[in-house]
């Protein structure tokens, strides 16, 4: 059974995301071997007929075709949900569908009841379509910087082990999550 993962922000390439001036610099080597292990994590957590929300910032400061040439492999039909370090490369990569800016994605996973629907963006929103009647929330760019609340998770890599999650894992997630986010 195809099964739906969603991932964002794994910056292929973004040498800066190693810096130590980063708030929550990546604890690898080099870029390369950050490229490796997130290539690898995704291998891992994604089969080949597997569809993959990518929630932005797939690579960034890299050429085209280092860019299409880690997309290549990597497991999954992968749809791309623009975030703010895609304007130009992002755009210009070969994805299994139109690159969106936001998209509602009704995903059914193995072994729940029902499909639920889910509100993909980059940036995490306070409120979103059909959010009174069900819908989740699902965002990246934070990189874990904004709680997780019942209802709405960052799904970037940061928080992931480096790898694409499906929806029993976010759901598992937002359940153990409160119920809103404090207003410290």
């Known amino acids: 059974m195809t099964r739906t993962l969603l991932s964002a922000d794994t910056h292929f390439g973004h040498k800066s995301m190693l810096s130590p001036r ?3 610099p990546r604890p690898f080597e080099t870029i390369e071997a950050h490229d490796e292990a997130l290539v690898a994590a995704w291998n891992k957590a994604v089969r080949p007929d597997d569809i993959v929300w990518h929630l932005g910032d797939f690579a960034y400061k890299c050429g085209l075709n280092y860019a299409a040439s880690i997309k290549a492999r990597l497991h999954g039909r992968i749809h791309l949900i623009r975030g703010n370090h895609d304007f130009g490369l992002g755009d210009r990569l070969q994805w299994a569908g139109p690159v969106v800016d936001v998209q ?3 995903v059914q996973d193995p072994g729940m009841p029902e499909r639920v629907a889910l509100w993909a963006s980059h940036y995490a929103h306070v409120t979103w379509p ?24 960052d799904v970037g890599v940061d928080c992931w082990d ?14 153990e999550a409160p119920a809103t986010r404090s207003s410290a």
């Open 104 to 106: 509602r994605v009704f």
């Open 130 to 153: 059909n959010a009174w009647h069900g819908d989740l929330h699902v965002y990246g760019h934070s990189h874990g910087g904004i709680p997780a609340t019942r209802t709405s998770l």
């Open 22 to 24: 980063m708030p929550r």
């Open 162 to 175: 480096w790898a694409p999650v499906t929806l029993g894992e976010i759901m598992a997630r937002m359940a």
